[in-house]
């Protein structure tokens, strides 16, 4: 089936940023607290009454708001949406949503270079600039962890079963939730959690988890039985990702095994761009693409498979796998 396109619908800007506005400016809080007129919600938002009521009223013909008489608004369902704070998270452009939002006018320099500009917007690298803002950082982590995207889910099976694993690092696993996930699915295991020292701050401590503060570029706890990457490599372009599947492979013992959970598709899947890469110059990978980037950092794939949460890739250290 052939679909049109009208290319004047899919570049408007003024829609996405006047929904950024909103969302930032409470507007929906304000009208389920029961101010609805206005004059009062441009004083409780602290804006401009009238460039805020051509807003709302460029929403309202988006099929966001209602305004059943002038001057007047209400919700409806979509834009009762705005009250979720999961959603909330990615849409305030004071926070982490800000970063993202401005990021995507960098878009014409990466595609040209292949090469991140967020440097040209906000001064720093992205990583450089979460290192630099902790109430930034923080919203970050709390956009990928549970308040943005729920409890993950720790679903999956690795080839011969998780018999013998007993130990579990998981590299850049965020303030560990996912961690926390697989210990309570498997209470004969303990785990590390692996990241940034602000993040590891930050996390709720599971019962038979330690913590590591460190970048994922140095040594990693070594001996554990499996090392999980889950939507790490996918954050990163190849030297990076090859860096960081070196240290898991140096730090697995013989008979370990890591596993990449997001960021690698089967070959022939379609082709995409994500805020990763537009942020980080990330890449999404080929299984393929992205067995040549494990074999030159010292693993070798012996499993990769659509399970019904993730498409899992299972990685040996080069010499004692077994296909």
């Known amino acids: 089936m052939i679909v049109s396109a009208n290319l004047w619908e899919l570049t408007d800007l003024c829609t996405p940023w006047c929904i950024l506005v909103a969302s930032t400016l409470r507007i929906a809080d304000h009208i389920a607290a029961g101010t609805d007129r ?14 805020l009521h051509d807003v709302l009223g460029h929403l309202v013909r988006k099929g966001v708001f209602e305004e059943p008489e002038f001057g007047r608004f209400a919700l409806n369902e979509a834009a009762r949406g705005f009250l979720d704070p999961a959603l909330r998270l ?58 943005g995207h729920g409890t993950p889910s720790a679903d999956f099976e690795l080839e011969g079963g998780w ?12 303030t560990g939730a996912m961690l926390a996930e697989i210990l309570r699915l498997r209470p004969e295991i303990q785990g590390t959690l692996v990241d940034r020292p602000g993040t590891v701050a930050r996390a709720q401590c599971a019962e038979r988890m330690t913590v590591a503060g460190q970048s994922f570029f140095d040594p ?52 995409d761009i994500s805020i990763e890469m537009v942020l980080v110059g990330g890449r999404h990978r080929t299984v393929t693409e992205f067995r040549e980037l494990a074999r030159g950092s010292g693993l070798e794939v012996v499993a990769a498979r659509q399970q019904p ?15």
Do not use: Q
């Open 38 to 51: 206005i004059g009062p919600l441009a004083a409780a938002a602290g804006c401009d009454a009238g460039v």
């Open 220 to 271: 990693l706890p070594a001996g554990a039985d499996l090392y999980l990457l889950r939507g790490v490599l996918n954050d990163w372009p190849d030297r990076e990702a090859a860096a960081i599947l070196k240290r898991c492979a140096e730090a697995a013992h013989p008979n370990g095994r890591v596993v990449v959970l997001k960021g690698v598709a089967p070959d022939g899947a379609p082709r």
């Open 90 to 147: 990615g849409l305030d452009l004071e926070g982490i949503g800000g970063r993202m939002a401005h990021a995507w006018g960098t878009m014409l320099t990466y595609v040209r270079t292949g090469a991140p500009a967020y440097r040209e917007v906000f001064g720093l690298p992205f990583w450089e600039d979460l290192e630099a803002h902790p109430a930034l950082a923080a919203s970050f982590d709390a956009l990928i962890g549970p308040p």
């Open 163 to 174: 018999e013998t694993v007993r130990s579990v690092v998981d590299v850049g696993g965020g």
């Open 309 to 323: 949460k993730y498409f899992v890739v299972e990685c040996r250290p080069l010499g004692t796998a077994r296909i």
